[in-house]
């Protein structure tokens, strides 16, 4: 499929740091979710454009889209796991804590990718 194409595309992007040209292909990919109405597969396609924008050095612009992703599907592993990180290097270590929290305790997958040294 098309968006699966895409989304390939921005991850070896993103693993090469090339992030402006990440961030094009994962918005690609978002509209192409959102044509569809895809909206759980739009969630993480939007967090993918964060961790573009985090490692292009836009990070509060990434910090308000894992927020806004958060807002609008709060059940996204991964944006829990980088927002609390994110607020964590910000000394905002309440939210941190509630952020990181909500990921281990209210989501089925939970945190424990992010505890297992082997994965």
């Known amino acids: 499929e098309v968006c699966e194409l895409v989304t390939f595309r921005g991850d070896a992007l993103l ?12 918005e ?3 509209q192409i979710l959102t044509r569809k109405k895809l909206f759980r597969l739009m969630s ?12 292009g050095g836009n990070r509060q612009v990434a910090i308000q889209t ?18 609390a990180a994110l607020y964590w290097a910000d000394g ?12 281990c305790e209210k989501i089925d997958t939970g945190c424990r990718q992010y505890t297992d040294l082997e994965w």
């Open 92 to 103: 905002n270590i309440a939210a941190a804590e509630e952020t990181w929290s909500f990921a």
């Open 66 to 83: 894992f927020q806004t992703v958060l807002r609008q599907d709060p059940y996204v592993t991964d944006a829990h796991a980088a927002l």
């Open 44 to 55: 993480l396609s939007r967090t993918n454009e964060a961790f573009a924008l985090f490692g």
């Open 28 to 30: 690609a990919a978002t």
């Open 15 to 26: 693993h090469l740091g090339r992030y402006s040209e990440a961030l094009e292909e994962y």
